[in-house]
Nanobody
Framework: QSQLVESGGGLVQPGGSLKVTCAAP????????VGWFRQTPGKEREGVSCISSSGGTEKYADSVKGRFTISRDNAKDMVYLQMNSLKPEDTAVYYC??????????????????WGQGTQVTVSS
C-alpha cells in the first residue's frame, strides 16, 4: 500500500498549467524531504524537483527550471508541484516520494523510501 497519494493530473494543452498534489495519510510528511519524479514507458524514472523538509531548499531538473515550482504546506502535510508552460515532452506519470534530504543525489530514486502510485499528466492539443 502506497503511503503517498498523488492527485491533480490530467490532460492539458501545450502552454497550459497544472498543479499536482502529494498527500501522505498516515505519514508525518513534514519530517521528510519530498521529491517529484516522472516516468514514461521504456524510460527510467527522472527526478523533476525536490524540496527539503523545512521548504528552505528547492532543486529542479534543468528541463523544468523556470517553468515548475515545488512548494509545501507542512501544516497540512501536503506538497505541490505547479507546472506552467507545459510541453508535450512533459507528458509522463508523475510520482511523489519522501526521503531524508534533497542533497546532490536527489535525482536518484533509491534515496527515497516512500512512494505514491503516480498520476498521469498528458500535454497534448
Amino acid at each position: 500500500q502506497s503511503q503517498l497519494v498523488e492527485s491533480g493530473g490530467g490532460l492539458v494543452q501545450p502552454g497550459g498549467s497544472l498543479k499536482v498534489t502529494c498527500a501522505a495519510p498516515g505519514l508525518a510528511l513534514d519530517y521528510y524531504a519530498v521529491g517529484w519524479f516522472r516516468q514514461t514507458p521504456g524510460k527510467e524514472r527522472e527526478g523533476v524537483s525536490c524540496i527539503s523538509s523545512s521548504g528552505g531548499t528547492e532543486k529542479y531538473a534543468d528541463s523544468v527550471k523556470g517553468r515548475f515550482t515545488i512548494s509545501r504546506d507542512n501544516a497540512k502535510d501536503m506538497v505541490y508541484l505547479q507546472m506552467n508552460s507545459l510541453k508535450p515532452e512533459d507528458t509522463a506519470v508523475y510520482y511523489c516520494a519522501a526521503g531524508a534530504v534533497c542533497d546532490t543525489t536527489w535525482r536518484v530514486p533509491d534515496g527515497f523510501a516512500f512512494w505514491g502510485q503516480g498520476t498521469q499528466v498528458t500535454v497534448s492539443s
